[in-house]
């Protein structure tokens, strides 16, 4: 099975010396409400805007800054944007502007744009942002005109400044936008909601209450109904969906029913925009009333505000907007006079350039279609909350499993699969410690209520072990025979998928394992094949962010310090290179990529460069296993000598607890999408398999593994995933955040090339399904 052969390396290094931005200005500005990762995403267009050569300005105040020009559009430095990343809200400022919205408004943003020869507009705001710029740019050639005929301008300056480029990112908490997966500052948002959540259960479980939460979403329950699958909540309330007549007796009968269950817990969220059938407003207050009088219980209403809008943003939203604001600036670039205003989306695990007004005019079209009440439509366009399930007529057993080392998000994975296969007529298996718990016969039915409030716990609830089944297949088939077991789910790591392989491949043994088995992907290393993303790597890059924040502030005060960091991962420098992105690092070393003594030299020599400028501190980061000879210790001891008398060092090895602590929102909610989609395709596979009253399942389709390639959510055969792996270093040999790393590197001022080869594509909406739960956003 293994493949001793190396790694292939991935060359990142493509020139694209056709999009120098010499003689180009480019003003970023932030519009309309603030969201967190507003900050990274500006931070990535100025420093991409210098790497290629051109002039990058702030605008002030939004719109209102543009307007008013002076001191509000000034020029931005490398330095301008440091420690810019772990900042919530926007530095640049945010500010509604009548005035932009007049004719003669845009008449003087155009003046002050073209006294600073700027005609590279990058907007960061929701629709309304959007639609304004693009109106501006539609108009731009004729404000030139009027500009000149009143003498403001001459008749050179027309001509240089012709054409108004326009790019959009998305920057709003609520997720509303149609035409990206993800806007910038709603997974933090999630963070926001979650870390509440999580607080009031502590409290409520001790005191047998209730709890009403509103979350914001005014058009959009997108951030009710996630914070409502991340935490486990009882009833939520959105108002794409409003609940049917007679919605107060059901809500009713189920909190009778979990308090008869003994749960000490009831969860209701509510959007701020939520109505029933007939448009009238569903209100925490209208809610905890109707709990207080029809069944007495305890009942709080807690109301989130704009304390959704705070604080830091989470690693994915700055992630997120470093890729997005590189983007926006490359599409910049390769603007001609006739290219169309885009708008920079997040479509599955890509970034894309989608045209600004198709988005827009879809996003239009949702609320049109609830104004209506045509709510079916409007779910449609929304697309990615719901999916349909339907009941067996036939019952099945199914078991699962976790597999490999803890991951947070397991536990949320094993809720939803369960809770989704007794909803669609299965009895669900619990195997405890993976396969050693199998073959030992550690295997008992699991029903509803034992998984309630597993969704928010870290670890494995379950228990994992990364014993693999390979020499224990006579006791695991005898389990199966036992209990009757119709199909598996594995939820784990490394061990998971090679398990499964060994699995299928003793199917011609053992009629028992000739039945559907699917692996969901739960590890921080982010390294199986098949995935671009795992379950756990999230909340671990969160881990590592953090971490770097509080090490990095530590240093505010002690000037010309360098930070090494030490990273968990395996071989797999995932966490490394994403974690080093989102915080800002100088380098980070992984396996994938070779480094030798010159370039740990060349490192230090960068190090000290930077020491003097106003930036006097240094951040690495390193892989545990990017290289067997130069160890975080001999990398702390060559940084400090070379280093002496310019910088001193600090090391941190961040060991296990990148695995430990809640999932992060993203993970319970990705987790739970991925294991309710596995569980129907279980459904489907079992119901083609089910031929003269028995399951038989033999043909490589019906072992697979369910990941995320690029945009979609894909079933392959595990045998497939074969040629994929580099089993010696339990790798994938092509992994996509390689790609990533000019990226980075460029952010923090070294000199090297960005892989465009995927840039450049403006795509239209029509092209692209609704958004759906097979599209979930990833990083």
């Given amino acids: 099975m293994a493949n001793m052969a190396a790694p292939k390396r991935q060359d ?67 330095e301008s944007v440091s420690s810019m990343l772990q900042v919530g809200g926007t530095v640049i400022g945010s500010a509604r502007c009548k005035e932009f919205r007049t004719h003669e408004g845009r008449l003087k943003a155009a003046h002050n744009l073209v006294q600073k020869g700027i005609t590279n507009l990058c907007v960061i705001g929701g629709d309304g942002s959007l639609t304004g710029a693009n109106l501006f740019r539609e108009e731009w050639s004729g404000l030139l005109e009027e500009l000149l005929q009143q ?66 979403g005014r058009h959009c329950g ?28 059901n809500m009713c009968q189920k909190l009778s029913e979990n308090r008869a269950d003994k749960k000490r817990l009831n969860i209701i969220i509510v959007a701020e925009g939520a109505i029933d059938s007939h448009s009238k407003a569903i209100t925490p207050d209208y809610i905890k009333d109707l709990v207080v009088q029809r069944l007495g219980f305890d009942t709080r209403v807690t109301i989130l505000g704009h304390v959704q809008r705070g604080g830091t943003p989470s690693a994915f939203d700055r992630i997120l907007a ?54 079916d439509e ?72 034992d998984v309630g409030g597993w969704t928010g716990q870290g670890g494995s609830l379950l228990g994992t072990k990364r014993t693999l089944p390979g020499k224990h297949l006579d006791e695991i088939a005898e389990q199966m025979r036992i209990h009757n077991i119709n199909a598996l789910l594995v939820i784990g790591g490394f061990e998971a998928y090679v398990g499964l392989l060994e699995l299928s491949a003793a199917r011609d043994k053992y009629n028992e394992f000739c039945v559907p088995m699917v692996m969901v992907p739960a590890t921080v290393s982010n390294n199986i094949p098949g995935s671009d993303l795992s379950i ?105 000598e070379e280093g002496r008398g310019v910088f001193d060092c600090r090391k941190n090895i961040l060991g296990h607890m990148q695995q430990g602590g809640a999932p992060s929102p993203f993970d319970r909610n990705f987790s739970t999408k991925i294991a309710a989609k596995a569980m129907q395709w279980i459904t489907r596979t079992l119901k083609e398999s089910f031929k003269g009253g028995r399951v038989f399942a033999n043909s490589e389709d019906t072992c697979c593994l369910l990941g995320m390639r690029r945009r979609a959510m894909v079933f392959q055969p595990v045998s497939e995933l074969r040629d994929e792996t580099d089993f010696v270093h339990r790798i994938p040999k092509e992994q996509w955040w390689l790609k990533l790393r000019p990226l980075m590197k460029i952010l923090a ?11 450049g594509q403006l795509e239209h909406v029509s092209r692209f399904r609704p958004k759906d739960s097979d599209t979930s956003a990833a990083i």
């Fill in 12 to 78: 990142t290094r493509k020139f694209f010396e056709n999009l120098s931005g010499a003689g180009k200005s480019i003003a970023v500005l932030t519009s309309g409400g603030d969201a967190q990762g507003m900050n990274a995403a500006v931070r990535a267009v100025v420093r991409m805007g210098i790497y290629v050569g051109a002039k990058v300005y702030f605008i002030h105040e939004g719109y209102q800054g543009m307007v008013d020009g002076g001191d509000n559009i000034k020029e931005a430095r490398w």
């Fill in 151 to 216: 003498g403001l301008i001459d008749e050179e300056a027309t001509r240089k400044n012709s054409a108004l480029h326009i790019v959009g990112m998305v920057g709003s908490i609520d997720n509303d936008f149609c035409g990206t997966d993800m806007t910038i500052g709603t997974d933090s948002a999630l963070h926001r909601i979650i870390e509440v959540v999580d607080a009031i259960m502590t409290t409520a479980q001790s005191h047998q209450r209730t709890f009403v939460l509103e979350v914001m």
């Fill in 322 to 375: 470093s890729r997005m604001g590189v983007e926006a600036v490359l599409a910049l670039l390769e603007a001609s006079a006739n290219t169309p205003a885009c708008v920079v989306s997040l479509v599955g695990n890509q970034a894309v350039r989608l045209p600004l007004m198709e988005c827009v005019q879809m996003t239009q079209e949702v609320q049109k279609a609830m104004d209506e009440k045509k709510f």
């Fill in 536 to 640: 756990g790597s999230d909340t671990a890059l969160n881990a590592i962010t953090d971490t770097c924040d509080r090490i990095k502030q530590s240093a505010s005060g002690t000037k010309r310090r360098v930070f090494i960091i030490e990273t968990m991962g395996g071989y797999c420098g995932y966490l490394a290179t994403v974690g080093g992105l989102a915080a800002g690092a100088d380098t980070v070393y992984i396996y994938e990529e070779p480094f030798d003594i010159r370039d740990l030299q060349a490192n230090v020599e960068h190090l000290t460069q930077k020491m003097k400028t106003s930036i006097q501190r240094g951040l690495v980061l390193r892989n545990e296993n990017c290289n067997e000879n130069f160890t975080t210790d001999f990398i702390y001891q060559l940084y400090t």
């Fill in 378 to 449: 409007a779910v449609r366009l929304r697309g990615r909350y719901f999916s349909l399930l339907f009941p067996l007529c036939v019952s099945f057993n199914v078991a699962v499993l976790n597999v490999g080392a803890p991951a947070a998000g397991m536990n949320a994975a094993v809720r939803s699969a369960v809770r989704v296969g007794i909803t669609e007529g299965h009895k669900m298996f619990a195997v405890s410690d993976g396969f050693e718990g199998f073959y030992k016969g550690q295997v008992k039915e699991i029903k509803w209520g």
């Fill in 749 to 759: 001022k070294y000199k090297t090339s960005y892989d465009v080869s995927d840039s």
């Fill in 222 to 249: 997108y951030l009710a109904l996630v914070s409502a699958l991340a935490c486990g909540a009882d009833w939520v309330f959105i108002p794409e969906m409003p609940p049917e007549d007679g919605w107060e007796d």
